[in-house]
């Protein structure tokens, strides 16, 4: 049974970025659904002084956030080799930050948890990948983030 467990957080990884790419179909379609979402949001930030935040050409537009989650999703998929454990941290990374504002936004925003009235699918799967996201980073990747931290450092460093 232990044997099986060290597979635990690449299967994490790999459902993470299942659902990172199955977003991308309706993000990058311009799918109506994702139209009301970002659309809500968007009417919520002209609410606070920023409208277009949220727009098509905005900097959290669908598209950003898209290419956000797709390079979650390679970073989590390309980490699944093992000398490649710390892009893996990276997507848990890029995921988290990504997650993070999705289940603020459906919390705290007029978005709502069930904006496309599909039982709250959206915003479990969001649960799912922030949870999925803190225990990669928290427990299990956690060395293969410092060596990620330690990579960009030495990359940034001045020569």
Not at 76 to 85: A, D, Q
Not at 94 to 109: E, K, P, Q, W, Y
Not at 140 to 157: D, T
Request: aromatic share 10%.
């Amino acid at each position: 049974m232990t044997r099986y467990l060290k597979f635990i957080p690449d299967l994490m990884a790999v459902f993470m970025a299942v659902i990172f790419l199955d977003s991308l179909r309706y993000k990058f379609a311009d799918d109506p659904k994702t139209q009301v979402i970002f659309g809500l949001l968007d009417g919520w930030a002209g609410t606070l002084g920023a409208p277009g935040l949220f727009g098509h050409a905005g900097l959290f537009s669908q598209f950003v956030i898209g290419g956000v989650e797709l390079l979650a999703a390679v970073l989590l998929l390309t980490g699944l080799h093992p000398r490649y454990k710390h892009l893996q941290a990276g997507g848990a990374l890029a995921g988290l930050l990504v997650m993070m504002g999705a289940v603020s936004f459906h919390l705290f925003t007029p978005l709502g948890i069930d904006p496309n009235n599909d039982g709250a699918g959206l915003f479990v799967a969001a649960c799912t990948n922030l949870a999925f996201a803190v225990l990669l980073l928290a427990v299990f990747r956690r060395g293969a983030l410092m060596e990620l931290a330690r990579r960009v450092a030495a990359v940034l460093k001045p020569s």
